[in-house]
């Protein structure tokens, strides 16, 4: 398998530590609100990853960080506490929010058949860890003590910058929702790894420390969280883009000064989800929710169809015409299959079987090109084989793509009732039309189709059909 490493900017053949093992890490979500479905497209990203590789016959074993504790709203260790923000916003305690927020998270990934990962520690389960690391770096000569925090000293390191060639001089301070300056660090590129100065006085999390009652910092989480529970040396370390600098980054930093060798060697990263009007981001105010998407209804499946649609190493641009084209493409797929679903006769054509599947394999073991498997898909719908081939060809591929396609197929072939919320609009929109209101009977038409029903015009009167 060729996948391309951020840290050499290139494509290399995936070669883990340990042959027939995986280890793969993922940056887990700051639980202070829900995550929007630009944090979810790099968790359906990863999840594809790690089912692809266990589907290629590895034992794959993937830890995720909770991070309830230490996350500023600016990367540069400033700003306000995004936690305690929660806590506000709510009127809850932190770790009240912490739960809420880490329940809803996985509960979006349950309806988007995300895999929860073999270990998920939560930040602030391992503080004694913590601790621990940076006491050594310390000792190493890699921490140093300023204005009542714990910082990590990059100018001891032969080269800091590791995605990306950046000249000191030309570093701007805002890097990430403003990166400001802090008059402690020694140099600008230096992070905390332990805050005990603050200026917030209600901060809600504080432990002893031999460095003073304080919290950790947001990036001594990721590190320690990886090595204590997937050793010295990580296969994958996974992320959105974003994360790349400056938290991945100072990953790099502290673990291999900790550990004195290379840590990970390859680094996966999922481009941003965009709107017409830039990157989606809780802060912006465009805030796309599972459970809004639900309430308009569109089923969550489709919107991992629609993430699959493009490579994870572009930008893909989210509007409600670009899903509705997935959901009429989506409908298609489960419309085909429903076909021949329950046709169990003959036996399996090996020649064929093999043809096809090399086209999905071939597809994914190029930088894990999910589009190309997606066509892969189709040409099975289409070939010139039986049904049996075509239906365990299918269900080996759902097992990367979790796609609910013999699923939902063989329950449009149960004949289900027309839905009560489709009749309803059926019924708006035969009100809009009578009052010559036809954008509003074209934007409930829109509705009907996200639902997956087609609604006609004949001679006899209103036809409902499922796409």
Known sequence: MQLYNSLTH??????????????????????????????????????????????????VTRVMNITDVGHLTSDGDTGDDKMLKGAKREHKTVMEIAQFYTDAFFSDCKKLNIKTPDVVIPA?????????????????????????????????LEKYYVFNDFREEDLAVGVREGVEEDSNKRNKADFVLW???????SQELKWESPFGT????WHIECSCISMKNLGEYLDIHCGGIDNAFPHHTNEIAQSEAYLGHEWCKYWFHVH????????????????????????????????????????????????????????????????KTALFVNDNSGDIDKSEYERLMKNFTDA????????????????????DTNSVTKIELIKEFDKVLGLDIIENAMKTNQGEEIPAEVLELVEERKSARKEKNFALADEIRNKIT??????????????????
Not at 30 to 55: C, P, Q, S, W
Not at 312 to 326: E, G, I, M, P, T
């Open 364 to 383: 994914l073991d190029n930088d894990l090109n999910t589009s190309l498997a997606i066509t892969a898909l189709y040409n099975v719908l289409k070939a």
């Open 10 to 59: 290139k494509k290399e053949e995936f070669i883990p530590n340990i042959q027939g093992k995986t280890s793969i890490y993922t940056c887990g979500p700051t639980v202070y609100h829900y995550a929007h479905i630009g944090n979810l497209r790099t968790y359906i990203m990863e999840d594809v990853l790690e089912k692809y590789l266990r589907f290629t016959g590895l034992d």
């Open 124 to 156: 602030t389960s391992y503080i004694e860890e913590f601790i621990r690391v940076i006491q050594v770096l310390i000792d190493k000569g890699y921490a140093y003590e300023s204005g009542g925090n714990i910082y990590f000293d990059t100018s001891k």
């Open 450 to 467: 996200a639902l997956g029903y087609e609604v006609r015009e004949t001679r006899q009167g209103v036809e409902i059909r499922k796409i």
């Open 195 to 201: 805050f005990t100065k603050s200026k917030f006085d």
């Open 214 to 217: 304080g919290y950790p910092g």
């Open 272 to 335: 941003h989800l965009n709107t017409n009007s830039g990157k989606m981001s809780k802060s912006k105010g465009e805030f796309l929710t599972v459970s809004l998407l639900e309430e308009k209804g569109y089923n969550p499946v489709v919107y991992r169809y629609f993430c699959l649609q493009s490579h994870y190493r572009k930008s893909l641009v989210f509007d409600w015409d670009n899903l509705n084209n997935a959901v009429t493409a989506y409908n298609k797929i489960i419309e």
